[in-house]
């Protein structure tokens, strides 16, 4: 048995060398289907993060109706605020909010005095606890918060459903792509080795012709598969770290995604387990492939 | 050893081998002649199971080779000595590697493979050129390796394919020298040859093919 694992290891090695660029093909195939792939999955992932903040960040403006006074709102926000889904409450009176917006867009004082007194309400801005945010409790509870002081309520929610079908669809995408994608490196690996299998058809001929088990002959191209899977991991990891690095940077400077932990170079312990593992899984599977169309045609 | 039932084959349309009949005993040594292309190497491949017959019923040792699954052909052919027509040497490695394959691929130990391989080169007089390469080697000394190869596992059954085809007399008659003392080990041989000469000279059994039809 030991001498069996011995010629075995000795034949991979063999063929990893004397096949050295044809390995190397299939190593880059692995490579680009990996790195393509984990892109997209590191895109998907970053933007899923990121709807997650914003969902967590839901947040209510509820306007009160003219004509309702300082005690009544103060009232008003008490109650508010001992609603179980409610996080915080900030009551911006009238006066706040006039003197808020004077200060934001200095040219707004004529209009506001043509306006009137009740041009700018008062309203309490309320932000919801995350565990309430799924799309039935927000809906619940916008319709107990309805009450006749407030005159409107305003929430992000179309804004985030948008989004959040966006990103399904996106889901959708990348699911069919990766398939896609995995199909496309199982084929081209398959080929590949294909070419290595045919290189050497005489000796893989002449080893089943005098006995050899199709394990035997499969054992050592599932190690080069393997070896290949793992060397097109480790090249995708690399590249997908440093494009990581740099990308999220850029974006980190265009849209501020709040204390984003994603602005490093790391793909996380989870992620690289995961492009190894696949990668070694088309490496062999490629390799097996084109072992197992070798032998159904030897004599 | 060898039975063979009214195994007929066909190629697509073409019948290459009629109802053929016949069985060979242990020890045996014969001969299966014919002209080219009146089936011997068809027939030799059917026993090593490169080929499975159309109809009709085979058995070598005891199994009918065309019966076997992908799992259990290899153990028919572990047990068979095949001399190929074309030697089936593998070119980019040496002799000591092509006669040890049919050893490694069994799973033998490293030693016991460096033993044998010197041992059987000695046999067929190579000792010395086990380091090289087939292209290297005269047609006589290429085909002595593939004897080597076929012999080096002491097979129960010797099948060769033309071995003295491409030889000189005096070559051909080293060659046959070799296989008939293999076959005074023990060893069933079966020649497919068209060598009238050669028969001529070491008188033993003769199956006759003709256009795929066998007689005696
Ligand atoms: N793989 C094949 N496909 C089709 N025809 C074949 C094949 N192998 C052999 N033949 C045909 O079968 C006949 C017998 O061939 P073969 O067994 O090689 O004869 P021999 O060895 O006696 O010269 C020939 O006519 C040959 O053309
Ligand atoms: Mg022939």
């Known amino acids: 048995m030991s001498a069996t694992l011995g010629h075995i290891l000795r034949r991979a090695a063999r063929s990893l060398w004397e096949n050295l660029s044809l390995n190397a093909v299939a190593a880059g195939v692995i490579a680009a289907a990996l790195l393509l792939g984990g892109a997209f999955w590191g895109a998907m992932s970053t933007l899923n993060d990121a709807v997650e903040v914003w969902e967590r960040d839901v947040h209510l403006s509820a306007y009160f109706a003219s004509g309702v006074d300082e005690a009544r709102q103060r ?20 006066t706040d909010a006039r003197a ?11 209009i506001l005095v043509e306006l009137g007194e009740d041009a700018v309400p008062a309203s309490l801005e ?5 565990r309430y945010i799924g799309d039935e409790t927000l809906s619940d509870f916008v319709t107990r918060l309805q009450r006749a002081e407030f005159e409107e309520l305003d929430y992000g929610k179309e804004w985030v459903e948008r989004l959040t079908a966006f990103l399904g669809l996106l889901k959708a995408l990348g699911a069919a ?4 994608l995995v199909m496309a490196a199982v084929f081209l690996v398959g080929n590949t080795m294909h070419l290595v299998t045919y290189a050497r058809r005489a000796e893989l001929e002449t080893m089943k012709l005098v006995g050899a088990t199709l394990q035997f002959i499969a054992a050592p191209f599932l190690i080069e598969g393997a070896v290949q899977g793992l060397i097109g991991a480790l090249l995708a990891i690399g590249a997908l770290s440093g494009l990581k690095a740099v990308l999220l940077g850029r974006i980190q400077e265009l849209v501020p995604l709040g204390q984003a932990p994603l602005a490093d170079g790391s793909l996380g312990l989870s992620t690289v387990l995961g492009l190894l593992t696949v990668g070694v899984l088309l490496g062999v599977v490629g390799c097996g492939s084109a072992v197992l169309r070798f032998w159904r045609q030897a004599p | 050893m060898i039975r063979l039932y009214h195994v007929s084959k066909s190629y697509g349309s073409a019948q290459v081998l009629h109802d053929v009949t016949f069985r060979l005993s242990k020890g045996e040594f014969a001969y299966l002649t014919g002209a080219s292309g009146a089936g011997k190497s068809t027939l030799l491949k059917l026993l090593y199971g490169a080929e499975a017959p159309t109809s009709g019923k085979l058995l070598v040792g005891g199994v009918d080779a065309s019966k076997l699954g992908p799992a259990r052909l290899p153990l028919l ?12 040497l593998i070119p980019n490695r040496t002799v000591f590697d092509n006669v040890g394959l049919a050893l490694e691929v069994i799973g033998a130990e490293r030693r016991e493979i460096s033993r044998r391989v010197n041992a059987v080169l000695n046999v067929v007089g190579l000792g010395g050129k086990g380091e090289r390469r087939p292209l290297d080697l005269s047609g006589g000394e290429q ?21 003295t085809g491409n030889l000189d007399g005096a070559m051909a008659v080293e060659v046959m020298e070799i296989l008939l003392s293999i076959n005074l080990r023990g060893t069933t041989v079966l ?10 000279r070491f008188p033993h059994r ?5 256009a795929g039809r066998m007689s005696e």
Not at chain 1, 79 to 88: D, I
Not at chain 1, 126 to 130: G, S, V, Y
Not at chain 2, 206 to 210: A, D, S
Request: cysteine-free; hydrophobic content about 50%; charged content about 25%.
């Open chain 1, 75 to 94: 009232a008003v926000l008490a109650e508010v605020q001992a609603m179980p889904e409610v996080e915080a409450v900030t009551w911006v009176t009238a």
């Open chain 1, 100 to 110: 808020y917006l004077e200060e934001r867009v200095p040219d707004i004082q004529p």
């Open chain 1, 126 to 130: 309320i932000t919801l606890r995350a």
């Open chain 1, 177 to 180: 792509l990766g398939t896609l």
């Open chain 2, 77 to 88: 052919r572990r047990n068979l000595g095949v001399i190929f027509q074309d030697f089936k």
């Open chain 2, 143 to 163: 085909q002595r390796v593939a004897i080597a190869r076929a012999i080096v596992n002491d097979p129960a059954v010797l099948l060769a394919d033309e071995p």
């Open chain 2, 191 to 200: 020649i497919a040859t068209h060598d009238i000469g050669l028969m001529e």
């Open chain 2, 206 to 210: 003769r199956l006759r093919l003709n």
